[in-house]
């Protein structure tokens, strides 16, 4: 199991950039697949972007590409989403979240064992 520590979080106007982090507590954090949920105001969480064990395999929501960036450092046992050009809609909490299992990046909350906290993102000008 994993605990998870979001970071970063915090009011940007549009068109802004914005990088999230999130700290794992625990062992073999490289033996976790991660991904990047958000919870916008009135609805589910949803999944942003989802990356690997190693790192070398990414996903995104079709809002997220070309925009969004997930990445990790499994030497330091953090998960990034390096976020450009922000738009109000994206306003939320963004949540991390780490599975072993293989359905990492369907975009199904419940494929995730660990969550972090969250962290929030408002996007306003």
């Known amino acids: 199991q994993l605990q998870l520590v979001e970071s970063g979080g915090e009011l940007v106007q549009p068109g802004d950039s914005l990088r999230l982090s999130c700290v794992a507590s625990?062992?073999?954090?490289?033996?976790?697949?991660m991904a990047w949920f958000r919870r916008s105001p009135g609805q589910g969480r949803e999944e942003v972007a989802a990356i690997s064990w190693g790192g070398g395999s990414t996903k995104y929501a079709d809002s997220a590409k070309g925009r969004f960036t997930i990445s990790r450092d499994n030497a330091k046992n953090t998960l990034y989403l390096q976020m450009n050009n922000l738009k109000p809609e994206e306003t939320g909490v963004y949540y991390c979240?780490?599975?072993?299992?293989?359905?990492w990046g369907n975009g199904a909350p419940g494929m995730y064992e660990d969550w972090g906290q969250g962290t929030q993102v408002i996007v306003s000008s």
């Open positions: 625990g062992r073999l954090f490289d033996h976790y697949a």
């Open positions: 979240a780490a599975t072993k299992g293989n359905g």
